[in-house]
C-alpha cells in the first residue's frame, strides 16, 4: 500500500509558477508509475505528466509540455510538479497518483491505471 500527501498548492498571478510536492508513505515510490492529475469541477480527471519512479523516464502531456515539469527526489521519495506561465484555465485540484504498471500503459490508460491517490491540493490561477 502507498499513502500519497500532495503539497504545495494555492494562489497565483496569472504568469506565476508554483511546484507541487508529492510524497509517499507506507511505501516508497520504487517499482511504481507516478503522476499527476488534475480536475477542474465539472470535468473529467486528466493525466499531465508521469513518470517511472526506477528508470526517470517522463511523459508529459502535448498541451503540458513547455509549462509542467515532472521530477522525482529519490533520496526524499518524492515527486514534483513544476508548473511555469500558469493561466486561469489551470485552476484545478492536482492528485498525484502511483500506478503498478509499466510508463506506456499507465499513460494510455490515463486515471484508471492508478491504484493509490492522493487527496489533492488547490491550485487556483487569478487573472
Known amino acids: 500500500q502507498v499513502q500519497l500527501v500532495e503539497s504545495g498548492g494555492g494562489l497565483v498571478q496569472a504568469g506565476g509558477s508554483l511546484r507541487l510536492s508529492c510524497a509517499a508513505s507506507?511505501?516508497?515510490?520504487?517499482?511504481?508509475?507516478t503522476g499527476w492529475f488534475r480536475q477542474a469541477p465539472g470535468k473529467e480527471r486528466d493525466l499531465l505528466a508521469a513518470?517511472?519512479?526506477?528508470?526517470?523516464?517522463?511523459y508529459h502531456e502535448d498541451s503540458m509540455k513547455g509549462r509542467f515539469t515532472i521530477s522525482r527526489d529519490t533520496a526524499k521519495n518524492m515527486v514534483y510538479l513544476q508548473m511555469n506561465s500558469l493561466n486561469p484555465e489551470d485552476t484545478a485540484v492536482y492528485y498525484c497518483?502511483?500506478?503498478?504498471?509499466?510508463?506506456?500503459?499507465?499513460?494510455?490508460?490515463?486515471?484508471?491505471?492508478?491504484?493509490?491517490w492522493g487527496q489533492g491540493t488547490q491550485v487556483t490561477v487569478s487573472s
Open positions: 507506507g511505501r516508497t515510490f520504487s517499482g511504481y508509475v
Open positions: 497518483a502511483a500506478a503498478q504498471r509499466p510508463l506506456s500503459t499507465a499513460v494510455a490508460m490515463g486515471a484508471s491505471a492508478y491504484d493509490y
Open positions: 513518470i517511472n519512479w526506477s528508470s526517470g523516464t517522463t
